[in-house]
């Protein structure tokens, strides 16, 4: 029998499902469309809620994944046949692949901030995305406003394209609240004569030590915390921000002002993942996340035979859950691949 399996995605999920699946004897082929693995998860500087450095998961993972695994950057999947040998993988360079059993790990997009116009992202150059604040840190860039001037108040914005009708994403993006917590620590660290001002609708600190990190974040750092929803985000003529928020906690309207503005940008499904899927018709739920066929019981399998998922394809997760995930997947795909059936 062909054992040969195909991973489409090489973030943390891909890499991991890769690595797992090697490990129990398959061939394996990973595809990534960029030029190198690791997803998102390769952009992040430190990770919540250790502060573990990014690297260090990345390349644990990478390590991880032993040599027979075949790795092919600059693979973008455009397209996935059943037939009834099995599958054949599309892209938009270079010859069909086919395989017995296919896993989509193809992760997510950030929301695009441009979308909430009156937060003035791509308008004014002092509102950046948590995304580009840990490309600084990473990058071990001093933060600074558009001018270089050292910012003395720096606003975090919670819940940017997430739970928010307007933009038609209800779901909660999970992570960005700890996120900013982090990354609200993080600036204090780097400028200590900064103040910090989270405004949050209300706090998701759900998993182990998050909630630790809150209070940290507010005895240590001295970060405040205010309840309100961003409700518009103007400029002054010396570039700095005023942000009217409503403090839903006293009632009362508020307006400040502020040096530099980050926002916390949720996840958002990947269109080109819609379109493969919707050519599988595979089932999206009403978040656009491709659903497995049952939450409790296959939560990493399709409505198509030998069609897999992992990770946050299925909708926002961290990486410890991505992890966990990807690694259940290899071991359906390899009962799969030996005719055998999953009680469990
Ligand atoms: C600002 C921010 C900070 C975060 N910080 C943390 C943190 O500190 N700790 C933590 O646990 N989590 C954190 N997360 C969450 C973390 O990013 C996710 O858990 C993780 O990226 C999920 O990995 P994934 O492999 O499922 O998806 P992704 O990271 O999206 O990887 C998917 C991969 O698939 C590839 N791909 C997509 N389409 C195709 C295609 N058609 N063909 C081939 N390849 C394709 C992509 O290029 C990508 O490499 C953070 C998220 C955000 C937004
Ligand atoms: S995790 Fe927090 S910031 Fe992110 S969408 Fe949920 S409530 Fe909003």
């Not at 695994?69 to 397209?79: D, H, L, M, P, Q």
């Not at 938009?92 to 992760?107: K, R, W």
């Not at 660290?189 to 759900?206: A, K, T």
Request: glycine share 10%; with cysteine; net charge negative.
């Amino acid at each position: 029998m062909n054992k040969k399996v195909i991973v489409v995605g090489g973030g943390v999920s891909g890499m991991t499902a890769a690595g797992a699946l090697s490990e129990l004897g398959m061939e394996v082929v990973l595809l990534e469309k960029d030029d190198h693995t690791g997803g998102h998860a390769g952009n992040w500087d430190r990770l919540f809620p250790s502060r573990r450095p990014g690297k260090e998961v990345i390349d644990f993972i990478e390590k991880s994944m032993s040599s027979t695994v075949e790795i092919r950057c600059g693979s973008r999947v455009t397209s996935i046949d059943r037939n009834t040998e099995g599958f054949t993988v599309n892209l938009h360079n270079g010859d069909p692949l086919t395989a017995e059993s296919v896993v989509i790990a193809t992760g997510y997009e950030l929301f695009d901030a441009r979308k909430k116009e009156e937060y003035g992202y791509g308008i004014y150059d002092n509102v950046i995305t948590s995304a580009e604040l840990e490309a600084i840190f990473k990058e071990g860039r001093q933060l600074v406003t558009h001018n270089g001037k050292t910012p003395q108040r720096v606003g975090l914005i919670h819940c940017v394209g997430s739970r928010d009708e307007k933009v038609g994403n209800l779901y909660c993006s999970k992570v960005c609240c700890v996120t900013g917590v982090k990354q609200a620590i993080e600036i204090r660290e780097m400028l200590p004569g900064c103040e910090v001002f989270s405004f949050y609708m209300d706090l998701r600190m759900y998993d182990r030590n998050f909630e630790e990190l809150y209070y940290e974040a507010q005895q240590k750092w001295g970060v405040n915390f205010i309840r309100g929803r961003l409700s518009e985000c103007a400029e002054n003529p010396d570039h700095s921000l005023i942000l009217k928020t409503e403090d839903t906690l006293t009632g009362r309207p508020l307006k400040m002002t502020v040096d530099l503005v980050v926002l916390l940008v949720g996840f958002v499904p990947r269109p080109e993942t819609r379109i493969i899927s919707d050519m599988l018709k595979l089932q999206t739920g009403s978040d656009g996340f491709l659903s497995p066929v049952d939450e409790h019981f296959k939560d990493n399998s399709t409505s198509v035979p030998g069609l897999f998922l992992a990770g946050a394809v299925k909708g926002p997760a961290c990486i410890v859950n991505s992890i966990a995930d990807a690694r259940a997947t290899a071991v359906q795909v390899k009962a799969y691949i030996n005719g055998e059936m999953v009680k469990w």
